[in-house]
């Protein structure tokens, strides 16, 4: 069985945000959430590395643990889905997540929380909704895995740099990558994701 | 707990320490010749999470948070929220009922020792019960709509299912969120109201010598309020401030705080509001069932003579005195 | 698997497995798409994605509506990335990656994956709208082109043809600018612009005067092959970043040394193994120091230099001047550093060189790109695979446009402007020329370039008799031009206040119609993108690729070849222009008009790129080679076709030309895409030579040699450098008769008075281009590359200080070149210069100030500003400035500051990020923005509902005076400016 995961190649990443709009484009993701991002460590200093960030669907997800409706859950697949249905939008993920992922549109009164919305591996929610319905679209978003599809974020990164699929494989590939250039700056957010990293 | 869970517990509380006083360290490396080599100058997460508790970078989106790229310490959170305050909050409040069980069993209900006069002096006011009972209701529903966060999914979840629960917690929170200003009001009017009865005096020490009338079997000197009740009011101040502004903090997320803030704050409101529902429920047991004639002093605010008598002995005696003269308004 | 939602919670799942979708994904192509090659991870198993839910990726469609898929290229750089659109019921509903395109393999960059909203975009220009007493008032598209054709009839008739500037676009398809281009040759002007001068006219001069043609001379592919990756003046990762993609992997392949050298620390240097921070403007300065160390070591390379340039040794006397001590003073490098690059760029081979911006805008622009040809010809790098001059350009079709000639001092394809040029291109129209001379005021400005788009406004405001042509500019003509890109805005604002006609067709209402307080005379009329149309597009790399309508016109807008039409109607020569060109109910065939560029566009090689060949190539995008860019031989579409036939692709499209992936390679036939340099300057040049003579000095005529020796393409019959093709040369090789007698026929109807003059780039059959290449040979001879550029007002490269400099010492030893009248307008920019000197501007003005580009946004950003998904990620105009100019001025990161400028007591407020990415004394700002004017919010200015999501200041609020004297260029790139916290 596959398990799904991401890997940010930082040595490839150069901060263009391709992966940023192919994520609103394709899952049509209003202003204000960004399900991924790109975040720039040693800004204009060298040793500079953008890496590109977004749920990672970790193993043992701590935000379904932390859930008090349980509305988070992963699948055999590994991707981590959640039931917009039953998020009462309490912020807790949030807190849990490591990388930062879960993001709340501003509803109603204070600077209350609407219901969670975050990367769902392009693969479609958690809900009930038929999979690859308009209903499931404007809930969550696309559901390219329903067609052996891999996100769009990956599929689209400028640089190859950001890595989607079989987390075995990409893996691979990366230490493939580092051992032919001879530097890497690491699988990032692996060892907290999944509890291992990338072996070269 | 076990020993991993202890030193996890540890870690846990080094690492706040260590997050607040962290200070970003750089590595610059250069490349051969001292000239700048940015590959040479890779820094992995492994150095960078080694010198701070979390990654944090420059992004486009105006959005703070989003700046924290990786901050291992969600992980620690989830183990927090589900293991320590779950069985922690578990056994806090379960044994706190445990404990007024056996209290209840051995002692009883405490009786007025002289009986009931039958007469009735004015002990709390009508708009003092306001405040008490605005405090009280607000209290518990914020209680059980915040014990439902906690340990809703373990207890109430299977019972209803899944639908019905989402449904019920997302009333909660709401309910949770509008009471909590309700709570707030009342725990300033109650503070404002008994704050001068409530200073320390030296007759509470008497009463703490006698142990509260417990250890002798006679009843403790106390004035309007006994220590017991001081310490009562003093400490759910403390915790109402506590959790009002842990709350508030978590009500309006990120205003002015980091993921680091927002993760005190909810460990701060968890903590304190489990141990603060422990000493409500104290409050409860010594307020109802666990002392005869005490719950008319909320229920009705009159209080027989007798029961002032045994547990306020100088406030009814100065009550008393000032009664009698004829020119004293009904100051209270 | 993923388990069916019913059973979705932990524990209590029932999985329940889905029927198999198709189309699942293999492993193999996995891993092609994840950018490794197939096979080399052989002991992986299949990447199992058994059991998936079945499902239509994408936004759904409606019910029952077909899906089709559409491809056409992004819009937004020159890397020319396919962009695949799924269209239902008429509407773009999606996007896909394109892995099969060999140029992006699915990637993109923000851009490229959010065009989707360039075309849907809420911000757009509905209808044709004019301002009536300052007020946007809704017209139709009749009555749009009668007012305003009417206006330009006046104008014309009272002031001449030159008082209208026709403002182009690199936006355009190449047929839309083509088209363009012959709409001005039509009204009789050569005041046709477009975007090029403002970013590599420069490169344009500069290059092709040095060895032919004007164009990035290998590709980006091509770069997995270098072993040396420079770049100087570029910043890729941000304006291409999908170019990273080759430059990255091939970094990482080859382990090649990649050095940046930049004023900034961008996210290009980055990824670099060396990072040479520089001081804006030296780059010849820099050039020459590597070039010191180089002839000083002999690490030049001496072969290449004697068979394939002429003119190294005064390039060794001055580059002897700029020892290391020198080139440090100019440029703040230490010798340490020079020498190291210098000896990786000549030694670690191949090495290419990549520029952009960084070296073209500047006053010394021209000389600029030239001592970078310098460099790559001393060190042997051009015309190899994994060599050469990549430059990239900035628009989707910068290249194309230029090349079609949307450009002040040429006809399409660079033919130029003299007599026979016009008689060339009327012979392709098919129209008279003597009409064609009588549309001009005279022959003389009909063969004198015109006025450069960075002057416009110059035209438009100086005394007429300052301006070289009959009267000032009255009525702008812009298609697709951003006002907020040229510089000295201030002076633009008067300009546009004092016109008489302002027409700006564009997507977007664009800053030209909210700067200025004008209150009548302006019109807006909606374009469609060009995902709207159908159309070619030259990348940086000279491959052309075919792009198809993905929709119809939103709203309103047309595209620009129905627009031009109606506008050529409505002047009166629309027959005559559209003469073969079908036009069905007003709508123009966009393939009839590559077929007339076939028919004209031998000198550049656009005659063999057929539409019919260029839709092939995009079907089979997934058969060319990610590296050499070639298909099998054996293909029956597109059989040994380079992708996109990269110019020059020679002949008729029968010919089957593959096209040129690398320009100048002689290690190729002709045939195959080989060449030689281009013998564009004559076979020799006299020259007056002082020399000793028995202890006498005398001057003596020497007949240099320009042809090239011992150095021919592979499998030429002429083993020895040749002049270009003519009827003449091929009669004296006896090739004459291998010319069909249809050929014959055609060359003798190009000049009945003396075929022999008939030259491969004039003969409209294509024979002569045909017989030459059968027989091995370049059909533009076999020449030496020129490292003394005689024609240029630098023959060879002059270190000079830019007009504002922060070091007013340099200018003595170094100061820009003196006063003169170029292309019809006086430039001053050395008295520019002295004033500013003498009035120590560096004192009031302290810090550097330049200018470039941001990732999420393209050019002056109206269209990028207004897409949601760009917008959100870049909210505020900024200023980088260096943490310690900052803490000497109190400012914080984030803060507002007011940024002032040199010239016009010019201001702008901006917010400060505060960063090493600059070095201390620069501060940098890109060039996007607009909607705010000096501290004033123009939101309200704009067209209903049209405005843009975000706006900010320009930073061409605060540039100043400065113009390369070969092309006009202005010199953003290098001011100076003061800031202060707000």
Redesign the interface.
């Given at each position: 069985m596959a398990r799904m995961k991401f890997l940010c190649d930082a040595d490839r990443c150069i901060d263009c945000n391709a992966c940023v709009t192919a994520c609103k484009n394709e899952n049509e993701v209003p202003w204000g959430i960004n399900r991924r991002r790109v975040v720039t460590i040693n800004d204009g200093k060298p040793g500079e590395r953008s890496v590109s960030m977004a749920c990672m669907h970790c193993t043992d997800p701590p935000c379904a643990a932390v859930c008090p409706v349980n509305c988070i859950f992963p699948t055999e697949d590994g991707v981590v889905l959640h039931n917009k249905d039953q998020c009462i939008g309490c912020g807790y993920c949030f807190y849990a997540c490591p990388f930062g992922a879960p993001q709340y549109p501003q509803v109603g009164n204070f600077g209350s929380r609407g219901k969670m919305d975050k990367c769902t591996y392009c693969a479609g929610g958690g809900g009930p909704e038929a999979p690859g319905s308009a209903a499931e679209f404007a809930k969550y978003g696309s559901n390219r895995f329903g067609e052996g599809k891999l996100p769009m974020c990956a599929e689209m990164c400028s640089t190859k740099s950001l890595l989607a699929g079989d987390g075995d494989i990409i893996a691979q590939i990366y230490g493939e990558r580092v051992r032919k250039r001879g530097y890497g700056s690491g699988a990032w957010g692996w060892t907290t994701a999944y509890h291992e990293d990338v072996e070269v | 707990m076990t020993f991993l869970a202890r030193f996890r517990l540890a870690t846990f509380v080094l690492m706040l320490l260590a997050i607040a006083a962290a200070v970003p360290v750089?590595?610059?490396?250069?490349?051969p010749?001292g000239?700048?080599?940015?590959?040479?100058?890779?820094?992995?997460?492994?150095e960078?999470l080694q010198q701070e508790p979390r990654?944090?970078?420059?992004?486009?989106?105006?959005?703070i948070?989003?700046?924290?790229?990786?901050?291992?310490?969600?992980?620690t959170?989830?183990y927090f929220?589900?293991v320590l305050l779950r069985w922690g909050g578990g056994v806090v409040i379960l044994g706190t009922v445990a404990l007024l069980a056996i209290a209840y069993l051995i002692l009883g209900k405490l009786p007025i020792s002289a009986g009931r006069s039958g007469r009735k002096v004015v002990r709390f006011e009508a708009f003092e019960r306001f405040a008490h009972w605005l405090t009280a209701a607000s209290f518990v529903i914020l209680g059980l709509t915040g014990l439902?966060?906690?340990f809703?999914?373990a207890l109430l979840?299977p019972l209803v299912g899944?639908?019905l629960?989402?449904a019920i917690?997302?009333i909660?929170?709401y309910v949770h969120?509008f009471t909590s200003f309700a709570f707030v009001a009342g725990l300033l009017l109650i503070t404002v109201i008994f704050f001068k009865d409530n200073l320390l005096e030296k007759v509470d020490m008497d009463w703490l010598k006698q142990g509260g009338g417990f250890i002798k079997n006679r009843h403790a000197p106390a004035g309007r309020f006994n220590f017991g009740e001081k310490l009562v009011f003093w400490l759910s101040i403390a915790a109402g401030i506590a959790v009002s502004v842990s709350g508030f903090l978590?009500?309006?997320?990120?205003?002015g705080t980091d993921?680091l803030g927002?993760?005190l704050a909810?460990v701060v409101h968890a903590v304190v509001a489990i141990l603060f529902v422990a000493l409500i429920l104290g409050h409860i047991y010594i307020g109802t069932v666990g002392m005869e004639g005490a719950f008319e002093a909320m229920g009705t605010g009159e209080v027989d003579l007798n029961w002032a008598k045994e547990h306020h002995d100088q406030w009814i005696a100065k009550k008393l005195a000032s009664e009698t003269r004829p020119s004293a308004t009904a100051a209270e | 698997m993923l388990i069916r939602k019913s059973d979705r919670r932990r524990g209590s799942a029932k999985p329940v497995v889905a029927d198999r979708p198709g189309g699942g994904l293999d492993r193999r192509t996995f891993l092609k798409r994840s950018g490794i090659a197939a096979g080399t991870l052989a002991a992986l198993g299949e990447l199992a994605l058994n059991g998936v839910r079945k499902a239509e990726a994408g936004p759904p469609a409606p019910p029952g509506a077909p899906v089709s898929t559409r491809k056409n290229i992004c819009t937004h750089c020159s890397v020319g990335c396919s962009v695949i659109a799924k269209v239902a019921n008429g509407v773009w509903i999606g996007q896909e990656p394109d892995y099969d395109s060999p140029i992006n393999r699915g990637s993109h960059c923000c851009k490229g994956a959010a065009v989707r909203d360039d075309v849907l975009s809420e911000r757009r220009l509905r209808y044709p709208v004019k301002l009536v007493n300052g007020q946007w008032t809704r017209v139709s598209w009749e009555t749009a082109i009668n007012e305003i054709g009417d206006k330009l009839i006046e104008i014309r008739q009272k002031s001449g043809p030159d008082s209208v500037y026709w403002l182009g676009s690199a936006k355009f398809t190449n047929e839309a600018a083509y088209l363009n281009r012959k709409l001005a040759a039509f009204w009789g002007t050569n005041n046709s612009d477009h975007q090029a001068r403002i970013c590599h006219s420069t490169t344009v001069t500069g290059v092709a005067n040095t060895w032919g043609y004007g164009a990035m001379t290998n590709s980006y592919n091509d770069i997995r092959n270098s072993r040396t990756i420079l770049l100087m003046g570029g910043n890729p990762a941000e304006a291409h970043p999908v170019s990273l993609q080759h430059i990255l992997e091939g970094k990482e392949l080859n382990r090649a040394n990649m050095i940046v050298v930049d004023p900034r620390m961008t996210r290009t240097a980055a990824h670099a193994t060396e990072y040479v921070r520089v001081r804006p403007g030296t780059h010849i300065a820099t050039i020459y120091g590597m070039l010191w160390h180089i002839f000083e070591n002999g690490w030049e390379d001496k072969e290449f230099l004697s068979q394939r340039v002429y003119g190294v040794d005064e390039i060794r006397k001055r580059a002897a001047k700029w020892n290391p001590k020198e080139v440090e003073r100019v440029t703040g490098l230490p010798e340490a550093q020079v020498k190291r690059i210098a000896e990786l760029f000549a030694k670690e081979k191949p090495a290419t060189l990549i520029w952009a911006m960084g070296q073209t805008q500047f006053t010394t622009g021209t000389a600029n790109v030239r001592a970078s040809c310098l460099l790559l010809l001393a060190t042997g790098n051009v015309g190899r695979p994994g060599a050469g001059a990549n430059i990239f350009r900035g628009h989707t079709n910068v290249q194309g446009a230029t090349d079609l000639g949307l450009d002040v001092t040429t006809l399409p394809l660079y033919y130029g402007l003299a007599e026979e040029a016009w008689r060339h291109w009327c012979r392709v129209w098919e129209v008279d020329y003597d009409w064609m001379k009588s549309r001009f005021p005279t022959k003389q400005l009909m063969e004198t370039p015109g006025i450069p788009s960075t002057r416009w406004f110059d035209a438009t405001l100086l005394p007429k008799d300052q301006i070289s042509q009959p009267n000032p500019v009255q009525a702008m003509f812009v298609m697709g031009h951003g006002v907020n890109t040229i510089t000295r805005m201030p002076e633009a604002v008067r300009g546009i206040e004092k016109l008489e006609l302002l027409v700006v067709c564009d997507p977007y209402p664009t800053a030209w119609s909210v700067i200025s307080e004008r209150k009548n005379g302006t019109y807006l009329l909606p374009a469609c993108t060009s995902f709207e149309m159908d159309g070619s597009r030259t990348a940086s790399n000279r491959s052309l690729q075919w792009g198809e309508k993905i929709v119809e016109p939103v709203f309103e807008s047309k595209n620009d070849y129905d627009m031009m039409y109606m506008l050529a109607k409505k002047l009166g020569f629309a027959d005559l222009m559209f003469k073969n060109i079908k036009v069905e109910n007003g709508a123009v065939s966009a393939e009839d008009i590559l077929r007339e560029i076939n028919r004209g566009g031998w000198s550049t090689g656009y005659c063999g790129q057929s539409p019919e060949r260029l839709k092939a190539h995009m079907k089979n995008q997934h058969k060319f080679d990610l590296v050499t860019l070639r298909a099998p031989k054996d293909d029956p579409e597109v059989g040994g076709d380079y992708y996109g036939l990269p110019w020059p692709c020679w002949g008729t499209p029968e010919f089957r030309h593959p096209g040129t992936p690398i320009l100048y390679n002689t290690n190729l036939p002709v045939k195959d895409g080989g060449g030689t340099f281009r013998a564009r300057f004559g076979v020799e040049r006299v020259v007056k030579r002082k020399v000793m003579e028995n202890g006498q000095e005398v001057e003596r005529e020497d007949h240099d040699n320009l042809l090239a020796e011992g150095s021919y393409s592979a499998g030429s019959d002429i083993k020895d450098g040749y002049p270009e093709f003519t009827l003449g040369v091929l009669k004296k090789l006896g090739w004459d008769k291998e010319l069909t007698p249809q050929e014959m026929e055609i060359i003798q109807r190009v000049n009945s008075a003396d075929p022999d003059k008939v030259s491969w780039s004039l003969d409209l059959s294509g024979g002569i281009q045909r017989v030459a290449i059968e027989h091995g040979c370049s059909p533009y001879g076999n020449a030496k590359a020129r490292m003394i550029a005689w024609n240029l007002p630098d023959p060879i490269p002059v270190y000079r200080e830019p007009i504002y400099t922060p070091r007013p010492d340099l200018v003595a030893d170094y100061p820009t070149l003196p006063d003169a009248k170029q292309f019809r307008m006086p430039n001053i920019g050395f008295s520019v210069q002295k004033a500013a000197v003498d009035r120590a501007i560096s004192q009031q003005f302290p810090l550097i100030l330049s200018s470039g580009r941001l990732v999420e946004y393209e050019g002056g950003g109206e269209e990028t500003r207004s897409n949601k998904w760009l917008a959100e990620l870049k909210q505020y105009m900024y200023v980088e400035v260096n943490p310690a100019d900052a803490a000497e001025r109190g400012i914080k990161d984030g803060s507002w500051v007011w940024v002032t400028g040199a010239e016009n007591s010019s201001r702008t407020r901006v917010k400060a990020m505060v960063t090493e990415r600059v070095g201390k004394g620069v501060a940098w700002m890109p060039f996007h923005f607009a909607g705010f004017f000096q501290g004033a919010d123009l939101r309200a200015k704009y067209p209903a509902g049209a405005d843009p999501i975000v706006l900010g200041e320009s930073v061409n609020t605060l540039t100043t005076y400065g113009y390369d004297p070969a092309t006009g260029m202005q010199e953003p790139k290098a001011t100076l400016c003061q800031i202060r916290v707000a």
């Open positions: - | 750089f590595a610059q490396k250069l490349g010749d000239a700048p080599n940015p590959t040479a100058s890779v820094t992995g997460q492994r960078l990654i944090t970078g420059r992004v486009d989106i105006p959005d948070k989003s700046s924290v790229l990786i901050q291992p310490a969600g992980r959170w989830d929220h589900q439902n966060i906690t809703g999914k979840l899944p639908d629960f989402a917690s997302q909660a929170k969120n978590l009500l309006f997320p990120f205003y993921i927002m993760q909810q | -």
